[in-house]
């Protein structure tokens, strides 16, 4: 499967946009350069079929800090801040800010009840879940969800990862708690407390 930069960006954005705690790591363009450099030698070892399989650690402060300082050209327009923490066990939170304003421009229907007439503006969105990866696929598990503070339905929420992970071969986007491919000849990450290893 083709790796590259943008493809590290739609997948951190699949698994991130449903995750993350406002308190994340300290962040820094030294870790920001470090995950960088990750993402390249993970490139590299999909192009290889190692005898034993490789392992690159990658911690919550280099993902966050690669969010902060590198990889804002790289998100779908609309999506900002994406912060995540890695709680361990599999487990893994986060929040994103996303501009709702734009996803009810495409989705309303005009009514007066229109919920997505009601929501606007940019606002931040917290999930929680389980990752499970194994022989080179994944399933995020989502435990809750809120909008700015407020519990949102999996419907709602459906709607907005959809809309910010669609693609022209994928016009659906991600659908939530469905099996995927992972990229880059990955075999498994395995989430770990503050870290995650990436297994290929």
Excluded at 8 to 29: E, I, M
Excluded at 59 to 79: D, K, M, R
Aim: charged share 20%.
């Amino acid at each position: 499967m083709r790796f590259s930069l943008r493809s590290a960006a739609v997948t951190s954005c699949t698994l991130l946009v449903c995750l993350a705690l406002p308190q994340a790591a300290n962040t820094s363009r030294p870790q920001a350069d470090s995950f960088a450099k990750k993402l390249v030698i993970i490139r590299q070892h999909a192009e290889v079929s190692p005898a034993r399989p490789r392992r690159t650690t990658v911690t919550e402060g280099e993902v966050n800090s690669w969010f902060i300082y590198q990889a804002q050209p790289l998100l779908p327009v609309g999506v900002k801040d994406p912060k995540v923490v890695a709680i361990g066990a599999g487990k893994l939170s986060g929040v994103v800010t996303v501009d709702l304003e734009d996803i009810g421009k495409t989705r309303s229907s005009g009514g007066s009840l229109d919920l997505w007439r009601l929501l606007g503006g940019k606002l931040p969105i917290s999930l929680s879940g389980v990752l499970r990866t194994k022989d080179g696929r994944g399933q995020f598990a989502l435990e809750a969800a809120d909008i700015a503070g407020v519990p949102v339905p999996r419907v709602l929420l459906q709607e907005i990862v959809s809309h910010y992970t669609r693609t022209d071969t994928d016009p659906d986007g991600v659908r939530l708690d469905e099996p995927f491919a992972l990229p880059a000849n990955i075999k498994q990450i395995d989430v770990g407390q503050g870290q995650a290893l990436v297994v290929q």
